[in-house]
C-alpha cells in the first residue's frame, strides 16, 4: 500500500512485507539546499537587476541621467572654446539621441556591463555620427601584440567587424572599467552587487509567493491513528481536494485549519521572523546601492547612514560618484578623437552644477572674506578674469 506522501506526490513506493517502523508517522524531510546564484553572463544579470530590481534600476538611473546633465566644455590650452564641430557632435550625435541620451546610455552600459562601445561613423575623412553600441552584443578579437585587433558586432544573425588600424579616429572607442582578472572586458558594478541582488530578489519573490499561496504552508500533515493504519485513496484525495479548494491561494490567506481524526500538522521552515526577513532585505539594498556609489541615504532606504544629512550625502554622490564618471568618459572621448581635431581636452565647470551650488557658495564667502586678497586675486580664485579698472579704482578711472 502506498504511504501518503508517494501518493501525493505521484510516485509508488516498494511495499513492505509486514514491518512497520514505530517513527512512520514522523517525516523529517526538510534541508537548506545550496544558494542558486544568477549566471556570470552580463545579460542575464541586467534581466535580474535592472528589469527587476528596484533598487539596482534606481541607482543606474540616478547615476546615469546625473552624469549626462553635466555640460561638456572643450579647450585647447587655457582657451574655451565655444563653438567647435565636435561639441556640436555631442549635442547631436545622431538622428536618434541627444547629447543627453547618447550618454545616459555609455553610463548606463559601464554600470551594467562594465563596458560601453561608442562607434564612430566617418563619410570622406569626416566624423559625422557617433552611436552607443550594446555591450552584450560586442565581442573583442585580441591582436599578436596583446592589444585588440578588431571589434565584432553580433545581432540578428548578422555579424559587422570593425578593424582597429592603429592611425586615425579608430572606428570604435571602448571604454571600461578596472578589471583585475580580465584584459579585455570590464568589470560591472553589478557584478559586485550579485550577492545582494539575488538575496534582494529571492526575498521579494518570497514574498510574492507568500501572498499567492499563503494558506498553502510549508510542512506536511501527519496522520496519527492506530499502529499501521494509512488514510485510505478516498480519504486522501478528499483531504488534498478540501486544502486546495478551501485553503489555497491569497483569498484564503489566514484561515485556520482545523484537524480531526487523528491528524496533526509539523512546520518544516522557518517563520519570516526566525529568518529576520525585512532586515535582511534592506541589508541587502544598502549593499547594492554601495556597489553603485549611491549613499542610501539618497535612496530613502532604512537603516544607519553614515551621512547627517541629505544635502551632504547628495554632495557626496556627486563628488565620488557622478563626476569622477564624467572625468573617465570625457578622457577617453578626448584621447580618442585628438587625432583627428589635433590637441584639445574636454572638461566641465563644477562651479555651473546646481547639484553643488551649496559648495560654490561656501567657496565665494570664505574668498570674500580673505582681507589680505586683492579684488584681482579674488576673482582669479573663482575663476573670472581680471576685473574692470573702474572696479579696482572707481569709476573716473577709466576716464582720461
Avoid at 53 to 68: D, G, Y
Avoid at 236 to 251: M, T, V
Wanted: aromatic share 10%; charged share 25%; hydrophobic share 40%.
Amino acid at each position: 500500500m502506498h504511504s501518503f506522501f508517494s501518493r501525493l506526490f505521484g510516485a509508488a513506493a516498494p511495499v513492505r512485507e509486514a514491518k512497520y517502523s514505530r517513527a512512520a508517522k514522523l517525516l523529517a524531510m526538510h534541508s537548506i539546499g545550496l544558494p542558486q546564484w544568477t549566471s556570470r553572463n552580463s545579460a542575464a544579470m541586467t534581466r535580474e537587476g535592472y528589469e527587476r530590481n528596484a533598487v539596482c534600476h534606481r541607482c543606474v538611473r540616478m547615476v546615469a541621467e546625473a552624469a549626462a546633465s553635466v555640460p561638456w566644455l572643450m579647450y585647447q590650452g587655457r582657451e574655451e572654446l565655444i563653438d567647435h564641430p565636435l561639441l556640436a557632435l555631442i549635442e547631436r550625435p545622431n538622428p536618434l539621441d541627444t547629447s543627453v541620451s547618447f550618454i545616459e546610455a555609455i553610463c548606463a552600459n559601464l554600470l551594467l556591463y562594465g563596458n560601453a562601445y561608442i562607434e564612430s561613423v566617418q563619410i570622406d575623412g569626416q566624423l559625422r555620427e557617433l552611436y552607443a553600441l550594446r555591450p552584450d552584443r560586442m565581442s573583442v578579437e585580441p591582436g599578436r601584440n596583446g592589444w585588440p585587433s578588431a571589434y565584432v558586432y553580433r545581432a540578428l544573425g548578422d555579424e559587422i567587424r570593425y578593424d582597429m588600424r592603429g592611425e586615425g579616429i579608430e572606428p570604435i572607442l571602448h571604454i571600461r572599467f578596472f578589471n583585475a582578472l580580465d584584459d579585455y572586458y570590464g568589470f560591472a558594478p553589478l557584478a559586485a552587487a550579485q550577492v545582494a541582488l539575488d538575496t534582494h530578489n529571492a526575498a521579494s519573490f518570497w514574498n510574492k509567493a507568500l501572498l499567492d499561496n499563503s494558506a498553502r504552508p510549508s510542512g506536511a500533515l501527519v496522520y496519527a491513528g492506530p499502529e499501521g493504519a494509512h488514510l485510505t485513496d478516498d480519504q486522501f484525495n478528499r483531504l488534498k481536494e478540501e486544502l486546495e479548494e478551501n485553503f489555497s491561494g491569497a483569498e484564503n490567506a489566514g484561515r485556520p485549519l482545523l484537524l480531526e481524526g487523528g491528524l496533526d500538522w509539523k512546520a518544516l521552515s522557518l517563520s519570516p521572523k526566525d529568518m529576520d526577513f525585512s532586515e535582511s532585505k534592506a541589508s541587502a539594498a544598502r549593499e547594492i546601492a554601495l556597489a553603485f556609489g549611491v549613499p542610501p541615504l539618497i535612496l530613502g532606504l532604512p537603516g544607519d547612514n553614515t551621512f547627517s544629512n541629505y544635502s551632504e550625502a547628495h554632495r557626496a554622490f556627486w563628488r565620488q560618484t557622478v563626476l569622477p564618471l564624467v572625468t573617465r568618459v570625457q578622457k577617453s572621448f578626448q584621447v580618442w578623437l585628438q587625432p583627428g581635431y589635433g590637441p584639445f581636452r574636454f572638461d566641465y565647470n563644477a562651479d555651473r552644477l546646481e547639484a553643488l551650488a551649496s559648495e560654490r557658495a561656501a567657496e565665494w564667502d570664505r574668498i570674500g572674506k580673505a582681507n589680505f586678497l586683492t579684488l584681482g586675486e579674488q576673482r582669479e580664485a573663482v575663476g573670472y578674469g581680471p576685473a574692470p579698472k573702474e572696479a579696482l579704482f572707481g569709476k573716473d578711472a577709466g576716464e582720461g
